[in-house]
């Protein structure tokens, strides 16, 4: 059974499956899925828990001795595993298999995994888990719905937060949903009535943006020219290589060229919805880019990242982002050796 965080409590009031499965890379949120399904497990009956920290290569054969046992604190248990990857091999699969198998009613099993990608989603035990328990995929709350993820979190902490708060509150926290549930708890400690304006935001709230090289390959195919330069500044300041943050201009760039060689659609290439979005719109003002002008743009930059060409390579990146958002800041390069 696939199941969402929307309609997770809900689910659990209903009933409780043996087995669930809470996967992806958004910290926060999947702690809370994790929290939500031990408060209901615990009220259950399930009071005794064993957590099994399973590193590559750990040997399986604990935790299936482990689950054959009986327990002599309590009648009924939660097994909870903690997976750092979905590629589990043989054993992995064979094992998990196995537990996923058994008819315990008095074990309750509780898996946490990194996001599961379609070869993981297509394993046996995945498969059986969807067959006889729950799984929760947990995806990251994109730049464009943070506003209203904001609104929904000062509602249930009883905060009135006008829309000029929120926006600044999500440029501040964008990338990183722990820090800015750790902000809205620290402004309900500060704000006076639970009014939150921008002035309070301004006077608590750190920069705790987390901004990541994909997240700018998003911004400049969205053609959103100001959240483009803002994510790079932030990458600058975090102290990112160059040639990490070029490389994911230039993939924008060639994921652009062939969406377009492909007939002029992101759909083409594929990839996530969101990225399939963002390169639909990178295909609309692609007629008004040089792609040529482009190239050479990215081949300045890299010569100056490796000493080749005089020149600050942030400053060349940013003009080489503006100009793939179709926001020219500097006239296009003849050449890329001057």
């Known amino acids: 059974m696939k199941l969402t965080l929307d309609s997770l409590a809900s689910h659990l009031e209903q009933r409780l499956l043996p087995a669930y499965l809470v996967s992806g890379d958004e910290p926060l949120l999947t702690a809370e899925a994790g929290d939500a399904i031990r408060v209901r497990a615990r009220a259950a009956g399930f009071t005794e828990r064993e957590v099994h920290f399973l590193e590559r290569g750990s040997d399986w054969d604990d935790v299936r001795a482990s689950a054959a046992n009986l327990s002599l604190f309590a009648s009924r248990r939660l097994v909870e595993l903690r997976l750092p990857t979905a590629r589990l091999g043989a054993a992995g699969n064979n094992a998990l298999l196995g537990l996923l198998e058994r008819d315990d009613a008095d074990t309750l099993l509780l898996i946490l995994a990194p996001r599961l990608d379609r070869d993981a989603q297509g394993t046996q035990w995945f498969r059986a888990l969807e067959a006889r328990g729950g799984w929760v995929p947990v995806w990251p709350v994109e730049a464009d719905k943070l506003v209203g993820w904001l609104r929904a979190r000062c509602r249930r902490l009883r905060l009135e937060a006008d829309e000029q708060a929120l926006a600044l509150l999500a ?168």
């Open 171 to 338: 440029e501040r926290t964008e990338g990183n949903l722990l820090a800015a549930h750790q902000e809205l708890e620290k402004l309900r400690l500060l704000a006076p009535a639970g009014a939150v304006t921008p002035d309070t935001v301004l006077a608590s709230v750190a920069d705790s943006a987390r901004f990541d090289v994909f997240r700018l390959s998003e911004a400049v195919l969205e053609g959103e020219t100001g959240r483009a330069l803002r994510v790079l500044a932030g990458l600058r300041s975090e102290g990112t290589e160059q040639t990490l943050v070029l490389w994911a201009l230039t993939k924008a760039l060639r994921d652009l060229w062939g969406a377009v060689s492909a007939g002029g659609t992101g759909r083409a290439r594929g990839g996530w919805q969101r990225q399939t979005a963002a390169l639909d719109k990178a295909v609309r003002r692609a007629p008004r880019l040089s792609f040529r002008a482009l190239t050479l743009r990215a081949a300045r930059a890299d010569r100056m990242i490796k000493g080749r060409l005089q020149g600050n390579a942030w400053d060349e990146m940013a003009l080489l982002a503006a100009d793939i958002c179709g926001r020219s800041a500097a006239p296009a390069p003849q050449s890329m050796f001057k």
